[in-house]
């Protein structure tokens, strides 16, 4: 075969979108950049679907220009997450050169190829390399050195899909979290998908099955390094221009826009449609923006701090869920209200019972919203407010809560951690001024250690050490200390070295996940051997977290 016609891409084109499908999981499991929220081939595959169904209404499927633009189109409205943004505009590139072909070479297709990598790069404003931006560009490159003189399709589609896998083993050379982590970049194993099922097709497997795959839900990712994170929403939103031909001018100064208001953007302007994807903190102000501009066509913000998707369609109002079941609120103080978060029902009662007016149930993979802080605030009656995020994915929400109110004084102490929540609430004084309780609990929680015991859920490597699936990780603060599949060696370890340096106080808080048993196990032997140790053993419930420990 050394051309290709509008239904070999028809059916090239649903063959990657159904390889893409059933690998989705696995690349959704390799997600760690940015941030751990485990989507990258949720997000790809919504648009390779999406441009399937496109693709499916196309009248005329010899017509090869119809084939290519409703691909490209499909492909930009189904788009979701960076991913599936720069995935668009790599098949935008890519189709622009051949949409005018009646028949495709191999050379042609280097040519698109060399174009897709223009586009995309073009697209995303600050390009990280060890991406899928990182496929495409070496793809192009490589396929106009190395293949430039294989005239049949089936060759050159084997070796384009070898060099793909190289290109993707190579990825982790690019990104540092990628080496960590022991895994390859999500969205270029996902492009190299997409080649493989090209290459599949072409070479005569040409059967497509989308509607019966079953979408297993991804491996749950669990974030075991802490990573703060400066712009909380993924922000997106497709404009219908009022002016299809909207002038460069009013593009540069929409970009300028983004890029004050956040980051790892991506701008397209692709016909009557501009969509765009931002990281920010304020995704009204970006749909208020392109209003001036048309009218909004799809819009849709998530959470990133939440690694389970809250999506949100039309509106900004519905993008915080309605907690009021979820949020505990009980006046016990004059002047401070308190709001704090907690992430089981143990903690919540442990919390109560120190004098927390709300509780918002949140944490590690359920991190609360803006809104969900202000819904608690404003059913408080006292007009001086202290904040207790406990999780250091929370703090960025607390402050711009603080930014917000302006009718009450806010003070939000920067808890990372539960055991530095409870810290804080010993140390609370309801009758002390702002400075003054600031430095109280500030001082109290300095003199804290807070450690936590969670597991690896890949093979991975962690600040040199190198950790397997399943094992126990004992973190000091930010800090790994231990390592081992047998949970009470790891944590003992640990705790002997800590309480030789001089402390006294032990608190152990244990989850969902093991029985009161086992605390008390680890506290006995520590007892023994510290008979001046002392020790409290609370349920805490907590998810992801086997044990939280704190030593004073």
Known sequence: MTELKARDF??????????????????????????PDGDTGSNMTSGMLEACEWLDRVKNKDKIKDIMKNMRDGLLMGARGNSGVILSQIFRGFTEVLENKESVTTKDFIEALKNAKEVAYHA???????????????LAERAENELSNIDDFEEFMDKLYEISEEIVEETP???????????????AKGVSYIVKGFRDAIKGDTEVNLKEIESASAEEIKEIAYEEIKFQYCTECVLKLHDPEISKENIDKIRAFLEELGDSIVLVHQGEFLKTHVHTNRPGKVFEEFLEYGELYKVKVDNMKVQHEHVVESTIENSAKNNEEEVEFESNNENWGIVTVSPGEGLTKIFKSLGVDAVIFGGQTMNPSVKDFMDAIEKLP????????????????????????EDREILVIKTKYIQEGVAALLAFDDNMDYDELKESIESEISGVVPIQVTYAIRDSEIAGEKIK????????????????????????????????????????????DIELKTAELIANELMEEFPDLEVEIHNGGQPHYPLLISLE
């Open 10 to 35: 028809y059916v090239a084109f649903k063959k990657a979108a159904e390889t893409l499908l059933v690998n989705k999981d696995e690349i959704n499991a390799l997600n760690v950049f940015p941030v």
């Open 173 to 187: 050379k690019y990104l540092k979290k990628l080496r960590d982590a022991n895994v390859v970049d999500a969205g």
């Open 124 to 138: 995303v404003i600050k390009p990280v390399e060890g991406t899928m931006l990182t496929l495409i560009r070496k």
């Open 469 to 512: 699936k399943d094992e126990y990780l004992v973190f000091v603060g930010k800090e790994l200390k231990a390592h081992s599949f047998d949970l009470n060696e790891a944590v003992l370890k640990v705790l002997k070295d800590q309480i030789n340096d001089g402390y006294e106080i032990m608190t152990i808080f244990y989850g969902q």
């Open 382 to 405: 006292q007009k001086k407010i202290l904040i207790l995020p406990n999780n250091p994915n929370i703090i960025l929400t607390a402050e711009k809560v603080a930014d917000m109110i």
